[in-house]
């Protein structure tokens, strides 16, 4: 099986510009997560999508693969259909999945990627996988960066929300609540159909890309993981997360 990751990243990110090239231990948010990805063995190829030639000449730099695509993309699925029609034409091969790593998740595993494209092994239905993981702190589960989400007896997502979910009507006693967390693989055919269906009214009011599937009918299956990681969506972000990696072991591994 051929499987691709591909990290959309842009300078023009409304809440934190810039954000991609924002250093973590001297590196730019971008590099560890290109790195990291590569460092996942179930993966053929790993590449950042971009509009910006500053992050293409980075990642260049660094012995990395890099695809420009165009600046008109609204969403970071559409950014990484282009790219990966691309690299299909320059490699001559199709791509059977591809797995979106946003490029403010420093904190990702190899580990994660293999925990997320694992569904597609044992069920061929599943067109689409999230990660998701327990939120541990009340400030988390208030946070509108942090997309919550609630699940069925099967594992798939029932919905998707900023707002703090599930609600609890005698308040929070346990907390009891699970984050997306934006390891994304799709099948290759259905991430275009996915690009080539109208948003929805739920995905627009939640600025949640995945509710227009859930609105059209279709399952997305989570799968948990214990790996912690955090998104950087904000400069006191940035700094938490540096802060968390003081002791990461994988970053030895970068080359």
Do not use: W
């Not at 990243?9 to 948010?29: D, E, N, Q, V």
């Not at 990642?59 to 690299?87: C, F, N, P, Q, W």
């Amino acid at each position: 099986m051929n499987i691709v990751s591909i990290i959309p990243a842009r300078m023009s990110a409304s809440r934190f510009p810039g954000k991609p090239m924002k250093k973590i231990h001297g590196l730019p948010m971008v590099a560890h997560c290109y790195f990291r990805s590569s460092l996942c063995k179930d993966v053929s190829d790993t590449y950042v999508a971009t509009c910006d030639e500053e992050i293409f000449d980075y990642i260049e730099s660094i012995g990395g693969k890099a695809i420009m695509t165009s600046d008109l993309h609204e969403r970071a699925s559409d950014r990484v259909a282009e790219a990966m029609i691309d690299i299909e034409k320059q490699t001559s091969k199709t791509i059977d999945l591809i797995v979106m790593v946003q490029g403010d998740e420093p904190m990702i595993t190899p580990t994660m990627i293999t925990q997320a494209i694992s569904p597609f092994k044992s069920d061929e239905n599943i067109s689409v996988v999230n990660l998701m993981a327990k939120i541990k702190s009340i400030e988390e589960f208030n946070d509108p960066n942090e997309i919550k989400v609630v699940v069925d007896s099967l594992s798939n997502a029932l919905y998707f929300s900023r707002a703090p979910i599930p609600y609890s009507k005698d308040g929070i006693k346990e907390l009891n609540a699970l984050k997306q967390v934006c390891v994304i693989p799709f099948k290759r055919d259905y991430l275009l159909q996915y690009n080539n269906t109208e948003e929805t009214p739920l995905e627009i009011m939640e600025s949640v890309d995945m509710m227009r599937i859930l609105e059209n009918g279709k399952n997305v299956r989570m799968v948990l993981t214990s790996e912690e990681s955090f998104s950087v969506d904000t400069e006191e972000d940035r700094k938490r997360v540096e802060e968390l990696m003081l002791n990461d072991h994988l970053m030895q591994s970068y080359k």
